[in-house]
Nanobody
Framework: QVQLAESGGGSVQAGGSLRVSCEAS????????MGWFRQRPGNEREGVAI???????YYTDSAKGRFTISQDNVKNTLYLQMNSLKPEDTGMYYC????????????????WGQGTQVTVSS
């Protein structure tokens, strides 16, 4: 059973940086996808950044140039480094796992983390 545990959310002023982490366990198939989804108040959950087990990455337009997704396969941990944060980045950030390729921002997600809140004030 796949388990995902996020950490690292918090509050920051606009222009600041945060890194959120997701420790994963129970992943057994090698061609998987991991990613970060965001749910802003009043909005549906949306894909922000995805990474495949082959290293391919996908970003939503608003994240390009500001966010970086990465994974440490030794620590089984997924990261999202967020720079130049804006108030519209505020939301609950969820770690996501898809059992198999293909990966993408609209991919079906098999497993979700519990979420970590990111709040950016102006």
């Amino acid at each position: 059973q796949v388990q995902l545990a996020e950490s690292g959310g918090g509050s920051v002023q606009a222009g600041g940086s945060l890194r959120v982490s997701c420790e994963a366990s129970g992943i057994t198939y090698s061609r998987y996808c991991m990613g970060w989804f965001r749910q802003r108040p009043g909005n549906e959950r949306e894909g922000v950044a995805i990474i495949g087990s082959d290293g391919a990455t996908y970003y939503t337009d608003s994240a390009k140039g500001r966010f970086t997704i990465s994974q440490d396969n030794v620590k089984n941990t997924l990261y999202l480094q967020m720079n130049s944060l804006k108030p519209e980045d505020t939301g609950m950030y969820y770690c996501a796992h898809r059992k198999r390729w293909p990966c993408g921002l609209a991919m079906y997600v098999d497993n979700w983390g519990q979420g970590t809140q990111v709040t950016v004030s102006s």
